[in-house]
């Protein structure tokens, strides 16, 4: 992750991907109800030509992959 919390790679089913670019950004509010935060989350394309969803927590260290898309 870059200092202005973009991703740049992350690892996915053995190896690392590098983004190429981000396709789009948003910031969604948790359920504040169960102590959820905000989380940040792109949509980006990768090195091997792949679409993902990644998202963090309001922090940015938390990563996941949170959806690849077809």
Same mark, same amino acid.
């Given at each position: 992750m =870059? %200092?202005? =919390? =973009?991703?740049? %790679?992350?690892y996915w089913n053995q190896k690392w991907? %590098? &983004?190429?670019?981000?396709v789009d950004e948003w910031?969604?509010?948790?359920?504040?109800? =169960?102590?959820?935060?905000? %989380?940040? &989350?792109?949509?980006v394309l990768t090195d091997n030509h792949g679409l993902y969803e990644l998202c963090c927590d309001g922090h940015g260290d938390a990563w996941r992959l949170t959806k690849i898309f077809d």
């Amino acid at each position: 992750m =870059r %200092r202005d =919390r =973009r991703p740049e %790679r992350f690892y996915w089913n053995q190896k690392w991907l %590098r &983004v190429i670019s981000i396709v789009d950004e948003w910031c969604e509010t948790g359920e504040w109800w =169960r102590g959820e935060g905000e %989380r940040h &989350v792109f949509t980006v394309l990768t090195d091997n030509h792949g679409l993902y969803e990644l998202c963090c927590d309001g922090h940015g260290d938390a990563w996941r992959l949170t959806k690849i898309f077809d």
